[in-house]
């Protein structure tokens, strides 16, 4: 199976997109929602509960894990590389990767929570394949409780987006990496603030296109793939408000099993 | 030695409260940054968090427990209660009794986190001392963020409280309780956008003067306390931004010492 793992729910904007492109593989979610969110956190901290989330992954049977969190690949791949011995994503190189072949005037924003923008995953990345980009990034702590809130429209929203984008409109990117799992659903706000000229790059379908890419490329690995269409989706805590918004990240009604990790 | 706990760090408005009134006390406080915030979870992890919250506050020696999150408060009083054997403190009553003392037209707004607000405890208990009491609620979920976010004067923040307090405004309220240890840092905007004839209740003035009062009435435990004015404050997860809120929360310098729970 394939394996996602999120800080909580944002990550299911990954999962629908893996669904889209690969509607036969089975996935397993885990959604951290008992600890969640991990972007206030401290690296350690970020680092202890990936371990603990994809060991919760692998013993359900996942044998290819997406770690679906921009937090936790700023932060905790290397570190959960090493310990586990299956292929393992992250949601950050194939961001960057498409946002530098967007990207014409090289120049290229990112809006994240505050670890990931802390971590300077995004900037070292780009500058590694394009030394020559310039990259500009604004953490922003408030969009995520604005998600989990379901405040997708509210003018309150629109105030706070317009005031985190404005650094980057001023420095005139021409791109824009959504470098959290939440803000795929917020997409349109931001696409009005920073400009419709401005191409956004949604860290959720490059994952899923990457994850794609390496199963053709890899048959070994995608025989062992169980293909029956499936998804299950797990929790360590269970809400009213986390049934709802995950409906909304996911385009359709499931149900969330409630897991102790 | 008076053990605190909250899920963060708004639990040190508390803890300043106690310093103020009880300055000679020892007090030891854990905030569980790790797991922050628990507004958002369901009663049953609140719970659970919330014994191995105590737990860890007696080892260390504490014989007197505050729950200083309203969260905590509200769904796990109980079962807390239940399973330890020292005196425990919420900080729901005291501010319950304040505020139908000074409410006149016993018109009362609560105001917290949605764990809390769903819980109904304020109502209840309101309503079990004063049944004539009107009691109107709102949950407040984005407040949370936007002290840890330190955003404590932005217009985008005023605006957010406005929209919240807007329907309790028109319920004609003359009392409110703040009813979540952050939010007496935004007391200032709260009483601008409420009213200034409202009455604001701070529960961690409340609950401080509780405890005083409690220790002055039982002075065998009262002698149990050890009373050299110190204060040492654990914290689960520790971050650069952590550090500025309790700084704000305390009003002074203080170090956050992690431990793992």
């Known amino acids: 199976m ?4 999120d800080s909580g729910i944002g990550g299911l904007t990954v999962a629908r997109a893996l669904m889209d492109q690969l509607p036969d593989y089975d996935i397993i979610y885990f959604g951290d929602t008992a600890r ?14 990936s371990i603990q989330d994809t060991e919760f992954l692998l013993k359900k049977g996942a044998r290819l894990v997406i770690m679906a969190c ?59 394949i394009s030394s020559d980009s310039r ?5 922003c702590p ?27 409109k001023t420095k005139q990117v021409d791109t824009l990496i959504l470098g959290c799992t939440h ?8 696409q009005k603030k920073i400009g419709k000229r401005v191409n956004i790059i949604d860290s959720s379908l490059s994952t899923a296109e990457d994850v794609k890419k390496f199963l053709q490329k890899n048959p070994e690995i995608d025989s ?11 929790v360590s ?8 918004t995950a409906k909304v990240a996911l385009k359709k009604n499931i149900s969330l099993k409630h897991v102790k990790i």
Chains 1, 2 share one sequence.
């Open 2 to 5: 394939i394996g996602i793992f």
């Open 36 to 49: 969640t969110p991990y972007g206030s956190k401290s690296p350690e901290t970020v680092v202890n509960y």
């Open 70 to 128: 921009n937090t936790a690949s700023s932060v905790a791949f290397d570190k959960v590389s090493e310990k586990f011995n299956y292929p393992l994503f992250e949601v950050i190189t194939p961001a960057v990767k498409l946002s530098v072949k967007k990207s014409e005037k090289k120049r290229i924003g990112v809006i994240g929570t505050r670890a990931t923008i802390n971590s300077g995953a995004y900037e070292k990345k780009i500058k590694k």
């Open 135 to 139: 990259v500009y990034s604004m953490a």
């Open 142 to 168: 408030l969009l995520v409780p604005i998600v989990e809130e379901g405040w997708l429209k509210k003018p309150e929203t629109k105030m706070i987006i317009k005031k985190y984008l404005h650094p980057l």
């Open 183 to 190: 803000y795929p659903l917020l997409k349109n706000i931001i």
């Open 224 to 234: 062992e793939m169980s293909k029956k269409g499936k998804a299950v989706f797990f």
């Open 237 to 244: 805590d269970s809400t009213p408000q986390f049934e709802k």
